[in-house]
């Protein structure tokens, strides 16, 4: 990995998708940023689990209007690192402050975007000659961050506080999507009680910031003793493994029979929205944060009768990342217990297959791109 400086070259390193499942390390130019966007020297990137879809079958990234393989497409999304440069008319940020890029830029000017919802951009991946609405979405239409420097619109960037590691620091992208997740269930109230299902990196950082916002009890559901333990780290109040104990029993039982107030499915198992509907009160509430292997039956009759309202996210919208990044900059919890392995830049393909190997104890493996 190369050494931290604030002078720019004219070249760097990139990773290139070529045919599925095929990286490459490239030199590509440095980009510039345009109006309203500064130049980030990357200095680390996590790897999500959201990449090896990219990387293997192509959606939801969307290059030139097609699938993004042989593109010259560079993919990672999950990323921190210094501004180096400032576009035309940036006067919010400062060349050498650390920063957490937030995914989606959106195109800004959409009815999607305007409401703050710009990771339903209405305009997603329309950024090319000929359909160019200025949409932007690191590492799945646009550029991401498997390179050494990347541009960004002034309106992703989260500050990092110097107290937080570079490897900490590609947390918060994460921990924003827990965030927008309690944000999008209606908003969570302190006292109220949650039940979290999947102890993935998701499903974690929504233990910790619902626990930081006051939620009460926090419950952690999973298969993974060790995941679970983790989560108990992070604030859970209280754990069930769902092998050993039947999870809507426990739920009802540590909640005296009422049930939780809401759910935060983190698991995309085949059962999972009928098991969460039966642990919430009656006019409870779901949210879907993580993506199923395949279509699933659900009982639409049970949402009904018992009056429960349904979300779906994708990503971490309405400056969420922001909010999860004052929380980690405060110390709240400790998102470093999520990260598990480093790896330099130029043994990304190591990273890769360890983190697609060893899945139950690397959670977030996270690449270091300069040292």
């Given at each position: 990995?190369?050494?931290?400086?604030?002078?720019?070259?004219?070249?760097?390193?990139?990773?290139?998708?070529?045919?599925?499942?095929?990286?490459?390390?490239?030199?590509?130019?440095?980009?510039?940023?345009?109006?309203?966007?500064?130049?980030?020297?990357?200095?680390?990137?996590?790897?999500?689990?959201?990449?090896?879809?990219?990387?293997?079958?192509?959606?939801?990234?969307?290059?030139?209007?097609?699938?993004?393989?042989?593109?010259?497409?560079?993919?990672?999304h999950e990323y921190m690192g210094t501004i180096v440069k400032l576009g035309p008319g940036v006067d919010e940020f400062k060349i050498g402050e650390r920063v957490a890029v937030?995914?989606?830029?959106?195109?800004?000017?959409?009815?999607?975007?305007?409401?703050?919802?710009?990771?339903?951009?209405?305009?997603?991946?329309?950024?090319?000659?000929?359909?160019?609405?200025?949409?932007?979405?690191?590492?799945?239409?646009?550029?991401?961050?498997?390179?050494?420097?990347?541009?960004?619109?002034?309106?992703?960037?989260?500050?990092?506080?110097?107290?937080?590691?570079?490897?900490?620091?590609?947390?918060?992208?994460?921990?924003?999507?827990?965030?927008?997740?309690?944000?999008?269930?209606?908003?969570?109230?302190?006292?109220?009680?949650?039940?979290?299902?999947?102890?993935?990196?998701?499903?974690?950082?929504?233990?910790?910031?619902?626990?930081?916002?006051?939620?009460?009890?926090?419950?952690?559901?999973g298969t993974r003793d060790n995941r679970l333990e983790l989560g108990k780290k992070l604030g859970a109040d209280y754990t069930v493994n769902v092998r050993k104990q039947d999870?809507?029993?426990?739920?009802?039982?540590?909640?005296?029979?009422?049930?939780?107030?809401?759910?935060?499915?983190?698991?995309?198992?085949?059962?999972?929205?009928?098991?969460?509907?039966?642990?919430?009160?009656?006019?409870?509430?779901?949210?879907?944060?993580?993506?199923?292997?395949?279509?699933?039956?659900?009982?639409?009759?049970?949402?009904?009768?018992?009056?429960?309202?349904?979300?779906?996210?994708?990503?971490?919208?309405?400056?969420?990342?922001?909010?999860?990044?004052?929380?980690?900059?405060?110390?709240?919890?400790?998102?470093?217990?999520?990260?598990?392995?480093?790896?330099?830049f130029e043994d990304l393909l190591t990273a890769l297959k360890y983190s697609r190997e060893r899945i139950d104890d690397a959670i977030k493996v996270v690449v270091k791109v300069?040292?």
């Amino acid at each position: 990995m190369k050494k931290k400086t604030l002078e720019v070259p004219e070249k760097m390193q990139a990773w290139v998708l070529g045919d599925p499942g095929v990286l490459t390390l490239e030199e590509k130019p440095v980009p510039k940023p345009g109006k309203y966007e500064v130049l980030v020297r990357i200095d680390a990137v996590a790897v999500c689990a959201t990449d090896f879809k990219v990387l293997d079958y192509g959606p939801p990234a969307l290059i030139q209007g097609g699938l993004p393989f042989n593109k010259g497409f560079t993919p990672g999304h999950e990323y921190m690192g210094t501004i180096v440069k400032l576009g035309p008319g940036v006067d919010e940020f400062k060349i050498g402050e650390r920063v957490a890029v937030e995914v989606h830029a959106g195109c800004g000017h959409c009815e999607r975007c305007r409401e703050g919802m710009y990771t339903s951009c209405l305009n997603y991946g329309e950024n090319y000659e000929g359909h160019d609405k200025g949409h932007r979405c690191n590492g799945f239409t646009t550029d991401g961050g498997f390179a050494e420097y990347a541009v960004n619109n002034v309106n992703t960037l989260a500050r990092v506080a110097d107290n937080v590691s570079d490897e900490t620091a590609t947390m918060i992208v994460t921990a924003g999507t827990a965030m927008y997740g309690l944000d999008s269930i209606g908003g969570l109230f302190a006292g109220e009680a949650l039940a979290v299902t999947g102890p993935g990196p998701i499903g974690l950082m929504a233990v910790a910031v619902a626990k930081s916002l006051g939620a009460n009890p926090v419950i952690l559901t999973g298969t993974r003793d060790n995941r679970l333990e983790l989560g108990k780290k992070l604030g859970a109040d209280y754990t069930v493994n769902v092998r050993k104990q039947d999870v809507i029993e426990a739920v009802m039982e540590i909640t005296g029979g009422k049930g939780v107030n809401y759910v935060m499915e983190c698991s995309g198992a085949p059962n999972s929205i009928n098991e969460a509907a039966k642990m919430l009160k009656r006019g409870g509430k779901i949210c879907l944060a993580a993506f199923p292997n395949g279509p699933v039956e659900v009982d639409v009759a049970g949402l009904i009768s018992s009056n429960i309202s349904l979300f779906g996210i994708r990503g971490e919208g309405k400056s969420a990342v922001k909010r999860a990044a004052s929380l980690i900059n405060e110390e709240r919890f400790d998102a470093s217990l999520i990260h598990t392995h480093t790896f330099a830049f130029e043994d990304l393909l190591t990273a890769l297959k360890y983190s697609r190997e060893r899945i139950d104890d690397a959670i977030k493996v996270v690449v270091k791109v300069h040292e």
